[in-house]
T-cell receptor, first 110, second 113 residues
Framework: AQSVAQPEDQVNVAEGNPLTVKCTYS??????LFWYVQYPNRGLQFLLK??????LVKGSYGFEAEFNKSQTSFHLKKPSALVSDSALYFC????????FGAGTTVTVRA | DAGVIQSPRHEVTEMGQEVTLRCKPI?????LFWYRQTMMRGLELLIY????????DSGMPEDRFSAKMPNASFSTLKIQPSEPRDSAVYFC???????????FGPGTRLLVL
């Protein structure tokens, strides 16, 4: 079974609008969940992670994510998107090795 | 810190040739990972080292692929002989520990003709 799933291949939003990128995880053990972003022709950059503790995790570039155990979700959010947020976003689960979702392409239009 | 360093950044070779990809992890990190990214399969873990010892190589496609980590500051991924289906972006990542945040290098874009 897939460790994490990203149900949307693409997300399109207007600059200034809220941005949400969805991720769900499989129910087994205590999940260590991560979000990474990949800009064109670049490596993956770490955004944030949930290990334990507060369900609302704040990360880089104004992003945050909420760990929801009842819905087995870990959606990435940003209150006000920027054109520069356009990139490929990956959710991942770390069970000593990272299992990545398929990725969601975010396009923020000016 | 310079981050994870990979070389070369781009490699174009002909089928049958040997390809060697190199990685220098972040100093102090004791876990190193090699990943491959393709459009069809997404991001896949190839092999994982802890304290220079290969722990899990179940993701290595076949015997043509081999990886070494002779010391804490250097690792190689070798493909011999290379095939067109090996064309992909290969990433190296390192972390303080196996469940800690992994930091990725810029990747090596490999094209096998």
């Amino acid at each position: 079974a897939q460790s994490v799933a990203q149900p949307e291949d693409q997300v399109n939003v207007a600059e200034g609008n809220p941005l949400t990128v969805k991720c769900t995880y499989s129910v087994s053990g205590n999940p260590y969940l991560f979000w990474y972003v990949q800009y064109p022709n670049r490596g993956l950059q770490f955004l944030l992670k949930y290990i334990t503790g507060d369900n609302l995790v704040k990360g880089s570039y104004g992003f945050e994510a909420e760990f929801n155990k009842s819905q087995t979700s870990f959606h990435l959010k940003k209150p006000s998107a920027l054109v520069s947020d356009s990139a490929l976003y990956f959710c991942a689960r770390n069970d000593y090795k990272l299992s990545f979702g398929a990725g969601t392409t975010v396009t923020v239009r000016a | 810190d310079a981050g994870v360093i990979q070389s070369p950044r781009h490699e174009v070779t002909e089928m049958g040739q040997e390809v060697t990809l190199r990685c220098k992890p972040i100093s102090g990190h004791n876990s190193l990972f090699w990943y491959r990214q393709t459009m069809m399969r997404g991001l896949e873990l190839l092999i994982y080292f802890n304290n220079n010892v290969p722990i899990d190589d179940s993701g290595m496609p076949e015997d043509r692929f081999s990886a070494k980590m002779p010391n804490a500051s250097f690792s190689t991924l070798k493909i011999q002989p290379s095939e067109p289906r090996d064309s992909a972006v290969y990433f190296c990542a390192s972390s303080l520990d196996r469940v800690e945040t992994q930091y990725f290098g810029p990747g090596t874009r490999l094209l096998v003709l």
